[in-house]
Antibody
Framework: QVQLKESGPGLVQPSETLSLTCTVSGFSLTRYGVNWVRQPPGKGLEWMGTIWNDGNTDYNSALKSRLSISRDTSKSQVFLKMNSLQTEDTAIYLC???????????????WGQGTLVTVSS | DIRMTQSPASLSASLGETVNIECLASEDIYSDLAWYQQKPGKSPQLLIYNANSLQNGVPSRFSGSGSGTQYSLKINSLQSEDVATYFCQQYNNYPPTFGGGTKLELK
């Protein structure tokens, strides 16, 4: 069955770099993409970026200068790196499968459980 | 980017009541609209896609409607397990964007 699981440090110092991993199972990263979405505590959902099944990436324009998404298909892992973290980057970070089929976009039917990242000294 | 405006931001209703949540897109999204339910400490769960199609396993008391820029989620006969935050999302135009959420509580 399809599963996604985020992992990474729970606490990051201001100005430092966040590194998260999304480990997937039940599907291939060469067939499906993966999105990163974040949610500040008690607030709404913000799409951060996508790594497509062909390895290309797209980023939220507000985060583009700080964000990088990559993958290791052999390990079924997708990586998020975001630098210059500030307190407002404190959020739950979630990965979700991208089901774009080359013609149509679809909603996110499969999500990880999310991982809370707190930016604080 | 398409802006999604959701209302109300919070809602209090009684068991058995019917609840409506609205979502307004800043431009026509051609029914490429999803609704998610998120319970505390959990990830969002897809309820409805294509504005009115029920995801597998979702109770039939949930329904969606709308077209163009205006969409709504209806919950008939509210149950205690429906207490959650609900989000709309458009996926017609990249990047995908979400509404601000509606927190549903029991009265």
């Amino acid at each position: 069955q399809v599963q996604l699981k985020e992992s990474g440090p729970g606490l990051v110092q201001p100005s430092e770099t966040l590194s998260l991993t999304c480990t997937v199972s039940g599907f291939s990263l060469t067939r499906y993409g993966v999105n990163w979405v974040r949610q500040p505590p008690g607030k709404g959902l913000e799409w951060m970026g996508t790594i497509w099944n062909d390895g290309n990436t797209d980023y939220n324009s507000a985060l583009k200068s700080r964000l990088s998404i990559s993958r290791d298909t052999s390990k079924s892992q997708v990586f998020l790196k975001m630098n210059s973290l500030q307190t407002e980057d404190t959020a739950i970070y979630l990965c979700a499968r991208e089901d774009y089929d080359g013609t149509y976009y679809y909603p996110f039917a499969y999500w990880g459980q999310g991982t809370l990242v707190t930016v604080s000294s | 980017d398409i802006r999604m405006t959701q209302s109300p931001a919070s809602l209090s209703a009684s068991l058995g009541e019917t609840v409506n949540i609205e979502c307004l897109a800043s431009e026509d999204i051609y029914s490429d609209l999803a609704w998610y339910q998120q319970k505390p400490g959990k990830s969002p769960q897809l309820l409805i896609y294509n504005a009115n199609s029920l995801q597998n396993g979702v109770p039939s008391r949930f329904s969606g409607s709308g077209s163009g820029t205006q969409y709504s989620l209806k919950i008939n006969s509210l149950q205690s397990e429906d207490v959650a935050t609900y989000f709309c999302q458009q996926y017609n135009n990249y990047p995908p964007t979400f509404g601000g959420g509606t927190k549903l509580e029991l009265k």
